[in-house]
Nanobody
Framework: QVQVVESGGGLVQPGGSLGLSCDVS????????MGWYRQAPGNEREMVAF???????IYKDSVKGRFTISRDSTETKMWLQMNSLQPEDTAVYYC???????????????WGQGTRVTVSS
């Protein structure tokens, strides 16, 4: 199967920066899209940034110019650099990928366990 593991969350002051990492492993035969979501207390999970199957990058409007998503050529490591963080960025951040595997022939979403980001003074 597929394992998705995030790391790098923590506490940061408003205006500060934080970087998240994501490691993807498993029997992936074809990667579709992959990226980052977040969920703040009392809110639904929302898209932050992701790579489409074509390699285009899509950002949530409120993070454009502040967050940068990147990945390596193997599509097994992905990062989210977050600058100029604001209290409204406080959330649990989830890494995900949508992929086919040796046993799942239909594209399936795989999620990490989440890493908490708290922006507070």
């Amino acid at each position: 199967q597929v394992q998705v593991v995030e790391s790098g969350g923590g506490l940061v002051q408003p205006g500060g920066s934080l970087g998240l990492s994501c490691d993807v492993s498993g029997s992936i035969t074809q990667m579709f899209d992959m990226g980052w979501y977040r969920q703040a207390p009392g809110n639904e999970r929302e898209m932050v940034a992701f790579f489409t199957i074509y390699g285009d990058v899509i950002y949530k409007d409120s993070v454009k110019g502040r967050f940068t998503i990147s990945r390596d050529s193997t599509e097994t490591k992905m990062w989210l650099q977050m600058n100029s963080l604001q209290p409204e960025d406080t959330a649990v951040y989830y890494c995900y990928c949508r992929a086919k595997t040796t046993t799942m022939l239909d594209p399936t979403n795989y999620w990490g366990q989440g890493t908490r980001v708290t922006v507070s003074s």
